[in-house]
């Protein structure tokens, strides 16, 4: 009896960390990494698909982004288990060394100059705020545009995420999960 109770106390003690463990990822909300860092953890163990926020500092669409869609617990806690996660100023005025290229600012020093890494990854279609998608290995998967609602965006995110997206054309699958509604 008693090895009984200590092992479902074992059990409960486990479980209770767990939760504990999962609300506190979610009240954390997303952890946002440079797109340097991104693309150095998949250079380890697990690779991850890496999820670009390609953003402004005058942007209010990308703000209310950051305020609303990606304040949402079920995205957060979705893109925290998917992707690596990055925020990229389309405006820094650093230089990022990827691909074996130098990419900095198409303009040093000018304000609301585009930097070339942003520039290359939405392929000059400069609207914000827009997403990248990389697979693991940091190739592009697609780009998209514009503020989406949480309700909507999660979708997005589950079609590439899952790669759905070899599967089936985006209408189809946003029609599917449309008739799964109550």
Not at 77 to 94: H, T
Request: glycine content about 6%; proline content about 4%.
């Amino acid at each position: 009896m008693k090895s009984g109770l200590k092992y479902f106390c074992f059990i409960l003690a486990g479980f209770a960390t767990t939760m504990f463990s999962v609300k506190a990822q979610v009240a954390r909300g997303i952890q946002w990494m440079s797109f340097e860092e991104a693309v150095k953890r998949n250079e380890g163990y697990p690779k991850k698909k890496i999820f670009i926020d390609v953003y402004t500092d005058w942007c209010g669409w990308c703000k209310k982004m950051d305020a609303e869609t990606f304040a949402d617990s079920t995205v957060a806690a979705y893109m925290s288990r998917i992707f690596w996660c990055v925020k990229l100023n389309a405006e820094r005025q650093d230089t990022v060394e990827y691909a074996g290229r130098k990419w900095t600012s198409t303009q040093p020093g000018q304000p609301r100059a585009p930097h070339q890494l942003a520039a290359a990854l939405l392929q000059g279609r400069m609207s914000y705020p827009s997403y990248v998608i990389l697979d693991e290995n940091n190739n592009k998967i697609t780009s998209l545009a514009g503020y989406q609602q949480a309700s909507q965006f999660i979708l997005v995110l589950r079609y590439f995420g899952e790669n759905l997206h070899f599967q089936l054309p985006w209408e189809e699958f946003r029609k599917q999960q449309e008739q799964k509604k109550p």
